[in-house]
């Protein structure tokens, strides 16, 4: 088991009710965030990384199914043996996922026989964790936490999906209505220094942590500085304005390869009207908030824009060593705007939890001394280090609870449908 499934908790039945409430908790929400869809919405893919909802929903049932219940409850019986190559993403130890460009074709199982599936795991995930013998308690306690950590993860999947299949209908439907967002007019940038130094860096062993958090190491930064917060709208159209994605100097070569393949010339969802930019957000077309943080950029226009604009893309380490010690709080999904908003707040370093997760110059790889984890839960995250970019910081749809000044995203550079955007870094 890895350092980060260890328990820090004893096997009081107060930790175990605990449990059981967080449980319910995340199982309703992730079909909370469901409620205002039609049935034709929830079986969409519209593009390879893009899910179904109702996929999503069952997924994560899966996840709970496998790991848990079938291993560790003996009055359970498998809710229907097919749904194994259905609904396991990827796997491979465990068996053949089914193909994951192709999760828009199943239109079997219906929706309600996959909420009937959530309802039996969820009965007998409520026995499991109930009248577990303390023996077990152990061993199946921090894959409980695991899986509701997982879970909370593909909410916020399930939110940037369905932004995608509303965003590719011609009607440009709402998910639902928003409350509209502060118009602040937003400040200048300042810097914030890092000095000079040796730091800590991961996960501090307190609460729980995904296996590329650790192990805590140290790494030796030069100095630099921060942008106070995040590179606005009105910032990305004078980089547009002034020709950003025609001038190749600005551009990695693979990025500049991949704009022109797809005629990238503004953020993923702004779109012209009437000489002026709209934008998809998942209470439809809005006119563009200039005050708000530019989201939606891959990292190759994020590192473009910062080419521009004189400075670079901070890396990891250098965001984890100015956000550490600050609250965790900012615009996340409990503030239920679901999309970027003004910064507001006039903390020295604004925006860092919140709004829009933030690209690093960072590669997505492990730490020193990092160890897959044993078991088929150990192909969670190592082995997509390769080839992606670490985002730090989390969004306006990512789960308050969810986030941590160590905590790594990860996608590769080429990617725009979840809510990414940019803060600055300088050398001094
Ligand atoms: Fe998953």
Redesign the pocket.
Known sequence: MPSSLKLDEPTAPAAREALLLKYEHIRQDSELICTPLETEDYGIQTMPDVSPAKWHLA??SW?FETFLLLPFLNTYRCFDARYDHLFN?YYLTHSQPFSRPSRGLLSRPTVAEIYRYRAAVDEAMLELITNAADRQWQEIEPLIVLGLN?EQ??QELMLTDLKHIFAQNPLRPQYRDLSPPPLHEVTGISWITVDKGTYDIGHSGTGFGYDNEYPRHQVLLQASALASRPVTNAEYLEFINDGGYKNPALWLSDGWALQQIHAWHAPLYWEKRDREWWYMTLGGMRPLDLNAPVCHVSQYEAAAYASWAGSRLPTEFEWEVSVSGLPVQGNLRNTDYLQPVAASDSSLLQQCYGDVWEWTASAYAPYPGYRIPEGTVGEYNGKFMSSQAVLRGGSCVTPADHIRSSYRNFFYPKDRWQISGIRLARDL
Do not use: D, L, P
Request: hydrophobic residues 15%; without cysteine.
């Open positions: 997924h994560t996840f993403s997982h993860q593909h």
